[in-house]
């Protein structure tokens, strides 16, 4: 744990877990003069000294259904959520043209605009927005406006403009934007983050990295820093000068992996690019199972292939994507089924069969059970909300 610091472990009490979760992440959303940052899972709390404000993850035991979760939360919660701790004046001031920036590029309005800049996406969102389930990919995730709340496993991350999220494997997650308190929009950015060059640049910039460490979470949350932001300014400002972009984006973009490598938690980023660490074998099973996801899952296979022991491979598989092999082929399936339903217009038995169910009535229930309604009636749903636009119901901002 960085700095040695000292954990405890807290057990709510059984019938209040939900809420007393929620409590304790109010609590510790609070402007303090020593951060902290909350990480669990299951019935366990740890609490750890960071460099993280309002940034958290906390541990939840509701299931991840796209309906519910606004119900779940408290007053607390939403007001932390609505009132950001006030940032330096020179991030400040960053943050400033970042939100320009993002309101030239998207014209003010709402939706999605792929920049000039490769594996660069800006966003604009004025309207309050569903939870939407999402495979998150290796990428570095930006709030300029607003709010975002991802849950992953047994974690929840909630971060804003003080904060950055770093994704480094593929995760099945469910994510929800929210609105400042005066309604401005959610304005932020994604920028993909290519792992293989990543490792180039420990190579080159010879920075410490220990290959037997344990694995750690492939999602994360740390405090943003002008040496980060600086960077993803003058990256998004080459988007209104596209001549530059074919060769100052990529040494742009070299530069902010290697912030991320040494600030805060890099060393996690570090792990994932490190030849034959745990974590990166890992990543290694995980897009092994991205693609085989529709075939009947052995764990002691996959194991096998990465060179690790069944017992291990647990251990390290959870630590990273906050779930089981299992609940994560569960989740990756479901996902892809749905996005046929949407996309392509099958039915639902024809989606459950091309995805690696037998039986149609078990992907009924375990569909509704994480999407809050069963396949014909969420897929109606989400038809009548997109206007029959099922690309767009389908596509969802994951960092």
Known sequence: ?????????????????????CKVFAYFSRPRSRPVQIRGSGAKLQTTRSSTVRAAVIPTAIPPREAPYMSDETPEIAAALAQPMPLEPELDEARKELVALINRITGGRDGTVETPVAGLQVYCISKPDRPKHAFATPALGLIAQGSKRIIMGDDIYVYDPMHYLVTSVDLPVCGQVRLTSDNEPYLGLRLELALDEIGELIGDEKLPAKANAPASRGMYVNRIAMPVLEPVLRLL????NP????IMAPLIKREIMYRLLVNGEGARLRQIALQDSHTQRIAKAISALRINYAQSLRVEDMARAVHMSVSSFHHHFKAVTAMSPLQYQKQLRLQEARRQMLVTGIDVASAAHSVGYESPSQFAREYGRMFGAPPLR????WLSEAGNDAMGAASMEAA
Do not use: F, T
Not at 237 to 240: G, K, N, P, T
Not at 243 to 246: G, H, N, Q, S
């Open 1 to 21: 744990m960085p700095g040695g610091a000292s954990v405890k472990s807290i057990r709510p009490r059984a019938p209040a877990r939900r809420a007393r979760s």
């Open 237 to 240: 400002r080459l988007v209104e």
């Open 243 to 246: 001549e530059d972009v074919p």
């Open 378 to 381: 969420d897929k109606q749903r």
